[in-house]
C-alpha cells in the first residue's frame, strides 16, 4: 500500500509573490514526491510583475499562474502549512505542521530585491521538500 504525497500549502495574504515563488520551487523541486499548493486570505488580482521576471530568470516560468483565495478544503488537506507574512489574517487548521516564514513582501520592490527573496526562498523550499521525503 503506498503512502499519500505529503501536502504543502504555502499561505500569504495576496498570493501574488512569495507564496507563488514557494509553490514553483517546491513544484519543481519536489517534482513526484509532493503535493503544492499556494493560495491567499484576500488574493491579488494578478502575479507581482518582478516576480514572475525574477522567476523566468532561473527558468521558471509561472506568468500563467493567478492568485487563488484560500479554501477550506487546501487547508484541511495540507500536511505542512507556510505561512509568509499574513500574521492574524490566515486562519488556523488545528492538527497541522505550521511554519511562519519571515521573508520580505517582493510587493513594490525592483526585481533586484526580489532576487534576493526569491533565492531565500529556494533554500526554504529545498530544505523542506528534503526533511518531508525523508520522514515520509
Known sequence: MTQPLPSILFLCVHNAGRSQMAAAFARTLGADKVVVHSAGSAPGEH??????????????????????????????????????????????????????????????????????????????VADLIQELVKSS
Do not use: F, H
Not at 516576480?51 to 530568470?57: H, K, P
Not at 488556523?92 to 513594490?108: F, I, R, S, T
Open 47 to 124: 502575479l507581482n510583475p518582478a516576480v514572475v521576471e525574477a522567476m523566468r530568470e532561473v527558468g521558471i516560468d509561472i506568468s500563467s499562474e493567478a492568485p487563488k483565495r484560500l479554501t477550506e478544503a487546501m487547508g484541511l488537506e495540507a500536511n505542512v502549512i507556510v505561512t509568509m507574512g499574513c500574521g492574524d489574517a490566515c486562519p488556523v487548521y488545528p492538527g497541522k505542521k505550521y511554519l511562519d516564514w519571515e521573508l520580505q513582501d517582493p510587493a513594490g520592490q525592483p526585481v533586484d530585491v526580489v532576487r534576493a527573496i526569491r533565492d531565500d526562498i529556494r533554500t526554504r
